[in-house]
């Protein structure tokens, strides 16, 4: 009897929620954590957790966005700095299921259902899940075993269980170290002017380059100057992004630019100060130059009449002064010149000469061991590694031979350093699916005395979730930073990714970064993947907490297989392609107003410090015995080659001097054989 069934399923329920719900009394418990991939499921209160499998029956993995993130249900996660997950009960968290319509009109809400795709749900966080049977859990859902329809519904991406669920489009990836996983970055907030008394117009796509101008809520725009008189261009930053006194941009997933109102989106002009002493926002002035603007992404725009419009901002037309304001490039118009000259180049590896990396710029790392990230493979200075094509191409290779794997990491310690800047490389990765892991980084020049994290480290690129045949691997990018003097005095990180449209295996695309003092921004062909404040009022990284950030740094390229990252830890895992080609066109560096740099290479005496001659007896102090790794817990990881040019330039030591100093430090590995007195 159907019905009879029925009534019995929703008594059942009820009674199940009312146990639920009397439980909601009981006392919290303090946060555990058990371990990272525990071997038992986890109970209430207790972590690592990964999804909702690691958690007891009745529990869920609730996903923490932050450190001190209070838990639900739990005590002291307020004081817990860590990114660790913990088991949760379900009504501690979770919104229950609610089913708002089928096929519906409007996007629907977390836990709302019923969807059919991922456009029906509000918000780029948010897919469709698609349940497969009565009564199957819904992920940041509560009450889903108590629904015996076969409903889809909204959920966030974080929710989602790495395993069994197939979202209908990718699902975000957890990133290195501990980190939760992705979302896309913030757009920025819509600020609204005086109000109109027409309604909204539909956004409608007239189409890319147009002949005429286009009208209110038409597009494809590219600059105002495609907009009628009274309109500009609203610069969309991603799909579904609402557009200023529009309607329907909820439901576009392309990344059209439209034509709106000035009043519908833009700030009004305000004047902040003459010479600020700090930097100034967007729509901000009186500035002077670039520099007085706050963010790599804005600049200083000249005004050359009163009552001239500032571009993206609001009020230029009513402001009689001469007051010049900080406005977005991307608001720019094509004939906007930035007041500030093209950068000084100060580093250039364009890879044309020869047919292996230049030694007065690069040097090796060597061997394996995991690299602190359970990566499985070797690093080697072999050709078939590490190479300079004909074309002009450092390529770094990644084979496979059996359940072994070799490939390269090169990096300018020593030879290359520098402190604030633009970095950029023109890259185009591998197929990654599923295993592969390049990366364009740098590490501060202090690592072979204090090693990691307390030498900074700050990934421009990271690519390469594993997940076998999950095809966000190609068009996924992560930025990240590394420290280790926050508050707690251990480790610290903050990182984002950014998922792009474009298959970047296909094709070579530029990855940069700005560094200042105030800032570190990463971009992707001109886009913004990161920013992390690092200025002396950032709630986040301020310099006394984040001096790693602060000092020089020296570059490294190279390919991992496996690893954190990719989270595959063993060969049967490995799905990708081999040999697999890491290609680089060019890497270059730009100074800013607080560049510095140094090195062997720059200080004009490239083969100095490579070419070692005072470091013991020429038959016993060979180059492989240089390049062999020495390591304790003080100084981290290096080679003896490396360490004595370290103990060379920041102790102001001769060449015999810091042999003898390296002999004594690590007389097992550098040993007497590169000590000038065993000779």
């Not at 699916?433 to 980084?441: D, E, I, K, Q, V």
Request: with cysteine; net charge negative.
């Amino acid at each position: 009897n159907p019905v009879a069934f029925e009534e019995s399923i929703s008594t059942i329920g009820q009674s199940l929620l009312e146990r639920i719900n009397d439980g909601d009394a009981e006392a919290e418990l303090p946060i555990v954590k058990v371990g990272a991939n525990p071997s038992a499921r986890l109970g209430r209160c207790e972590g690592d957790c990964d999804n909702d499998g690691d958690c007891e029956s009745g529990l869920r993995c609730f996903q923490r966005t932050g450190p001190f993130e209070s838990v639900p249900g739990c005590s002291g996660g307020a004081q817990d700095d860590s990114l660790f997950d913990y088991c949760v009960r379900n009504s501690d968290e979770f919104p229950t299921l609610t089913q708002v319509a089928v096929n519906p009109s409007v996007p629907l809400e977390r836990c709302h259902g019923d969807c059919d795709r991922d456009s029906d749900c509000a918000g780029s966080d948010l897919f469709c899940f698609p349940r497969s049977k009565a009564g199957e859990l819904v992920p940041g859902c509560h009450g889903g075993e108590l629904d015996s329809t076969l409903f889809d519904y909204c959920i966030r991406r974080v929710d989602a269980a790495p395993d069994g669920v197939a979202p209908t489009t990718p699902t975000p990836v957890p990133s290195l170290r501990g980190a939760n996983p992705t979302h896309r970055p913030t757009p920025e907030p819509v600020l609204n002017g005086p109000s109109s008394p027409s309604g909204e117009l539909p956004i409608v796509k007239v189409g890319a380059n147009p002949s005429a101008r286009l009208g209110r809520c038409e597009g494809d725009c590219d600059n105002d100057g495609d907009c009628e008189s009274g309109l500009r261009c609203f610069a969309r930053t991603e799909p579904f992004e609402a557009v200023p006194g529009c309607s329907g941009g909820a439901q576009d997933d392309s990344r059209f630019d439209y034509c709106v109102r000035i009043n519908d989106n833009f700030p009004s002009l305000t004047q902040v100060a003459v010479n600020p002493s700090v930097p100034l926002g967007r729509c901000q002035g009186d500035c002077d130059s670039d520099t007085d603007c706050a963010g790599s992404d804005l600049f200083c725009f000249p005004r050359s009449k009163a009552g001239e419009l500032v571009p993206g901002c609001h009020g230029g037309e009513l402001d009689s002064t001469l007051f010049d304001y900080c406005i977005r490039r991307v608001d720019a118009a094509p004939g906007v010149a930035p007041t500030t000259p093209k950068p000084e180049l100060v580093f250039a590896e364009e890879f044309n000469e020869g047919d292996q990396p230049n030694p007065a710029v690069w040097t090796y790392d060597l061997g394996d061991g995991g690299w602190g990230n359970d990566e499985l493979q070797r690093y080697t200075n072999l050709k078939e590694n590490v190479q300079i094509s004909p074309n002009g191409k450092l390529v770094i290779t990644a084979l496979q031979q059996g359940d072994s794997f070799t490939s390269g990491r090169i990096k300018t310690l020593n030879k290359f350093k520098f402190k604030y800047g633009s970095v950029e490389a023109s890259i185009k990765v591998p197929d990654l699916r599923s295993g592969l892991w390049p990366a364009f980084w740098t590490m501060g020049n202090n690592v072979p005395a204090v090693g990691w994290p307390k030498c900074g480290e700050i990934d421009m690129m990271e690519m390469g979730y594993g997940e076998p045949g999950n095809s966000i691997s190609n068009h996924l990018v992560g930025s990240t930073a590394h420290w280790f003097n926050d508050p707690a005095g251990t480790g610290a990180m903050h990182g984002l990714y950014l998922d792009v449209e474009d298959d970047l295996s296909q094709a070579f695309h530029t990855f940069s970064m700005d560094w200042t003092p105030n800032m570190i921004t990463t971009y992707l062909d001109g886009k913004q993947i990161w920013a992390i404040d690092i200025s002396p009022d950032s709630a986040q990284c301020p310099p006394e907490q984040c001096s790693e950030l602060h000092d020089f740094h020296f570059i490294l390229l190279n390919m991992a297989v496996g690893g954190e990252y990719t989270g595959l830890f063993s060969p049967d895992q490995i799905s990708a392609h081999f040999p697999a080609r890491y290609e680089i066109d060019y890497v270059r560096v730009y100074a800013n107003d607080w560049t510095e740099v140094g090195g062997s290479y720059i200080n004009g005496d490239p083969t100095a410090k490579y070419y070692l001659t005072d470091c013991g007896c020429p038959a016993t102090c060979t180059s492989q015995q240089l390049d062999r790794m020495a390591e304790d817990s003080t100084s981290g990881s290096s080679s003896c080659r490396e360490r004595i040019e370290w103990v060379i330039e920041n102790q102001d030591s001769t060449e015999e001097e810091a042999c003898q100093t390296v002999s004594g430090e690590f007389p097992s590995i550098c040993g007497q054989a590169c000590n000038p007195d065993a000779c």
